[in-house]
Antibody, heavy 126, light 107 residues
Framework: QVRLQESGPGLVKPSQTLSLTCSVS??????????WSWIRQTPGTGPEWIGYIYKSGTTYYNPSLKSRVTISLDTSRNQFSLNLSAVTAADTATYYCARVHPYTTDNFPGGWFDPWGQGTLVTVSS | YELTQPPSVSVSPGQTATITCSGD??????AHWYMQKPGQAPVLVMY???ERPSGIPVRFSGSSSGTSVTLTITGAQAEDEADYFC???????????FGGGTKLTVL
């Protein structure tokens, strides 16, 4: 059974960089045709897709966040990570990692998210 | 680009609940559905419009017509009470979008 677990600081100061790691068990992120994704959600709203990464290192990002986001992977540790720079209070949210089942591995892969990690709350505040 | 869902749907136990999601890109793009209970992560309940993942009860079904997709729960149970979100690529097929969510009440 595939499991994902987010980890990282729960509090980040404004203008700093938010860094989270997702540890994957039950699957190898360096094998297979899945993408690995970050999603965030604020209370009472729908989730917001941040971006995802393929085993080759190919990434796709939400245009609204692209200038501040970097997603990377570490196949030796079976982990992938999120860096979000220059954070403000608007970046306060629960952050989830998830495995993506793509329609294709050519061009934009689309896809659906399954499973998700349990999520981690990150608050941006001084 | 937006996916539009009704904020709330309410049914009595045993009745049929229908939750809709509208978007201009849906004729060309698959949609997927997630259920989220308070304090929990979303769980996939339908993918590629009408495919049900293993472990999801058969009372859950999905359909697509034009610019809308629909999640139907036939014989809704109290345990189905949750927020439901649709998800799909935007109409240019270049990024992923979620709907705003529908709160399903079963009482």
């Amino acid at each position: 059974q595939v499991r994902l677990q987010e980890s990282g600081p729960g509090l980040v100061k404004p203008s700093q960089t938010l860094s989270l790691t997702c540890s994957v068990s039950g699957d190898s992120i360096g094998i297979g045709d899945y993408y690995w994704s970050w999603i965030r959600q604020t209370p009472g709203t729908g989730p917001e897709w941040i971006g995802y990464i393929y085993k080759s290192g190919t990434t796709y990002y939400n245009p609204s966040l692209k200038s501040r986001v970097t997603i990377s992977l570490d196949t030796s540790r079976n982990q992938f990570s999120l860096n979000l720079s220059a954070v403000t209070a608007a970046d306060t949210a629960t952050y989830y990692c998830a495995r993506v089942h793509p329609y294709t591995t050519d061009n934009f892969p689309g896809g659906w998210f399954d499973p998700w990690g349990q999520g981690t709350l990150v608050t941006v505040s001084s | 680009y937006e996916l539009t869902q009704p904020p709330s749907v309410s049914v009595s136990p045993g009745q049929t609940a229908t939750i809709t999601c509208s978007g201009d890109g849906l004729p060309q793009q698959y949609a997927h559905w997630y259920m989220q209970k308070p304090g929990q992560a979303p769980v996939l309940v339908m993918y590629k419009d009408s495919e049900r993942p293993s472990g999801i009860p058969v009372r859950f079904s999905g359909s697509s017509s034009g610019t809308s997709v629909t999640l139907t729960i036939t014989g809704a149970q109290a345990e189905d009470e949750a927020d439901y979100f649709c998800q799909s690529p935007d109409n240019t097929g270049s990024y992923l979008v979620f709907g705003g969510g529908t709160k399903l009440t079963v009482l």
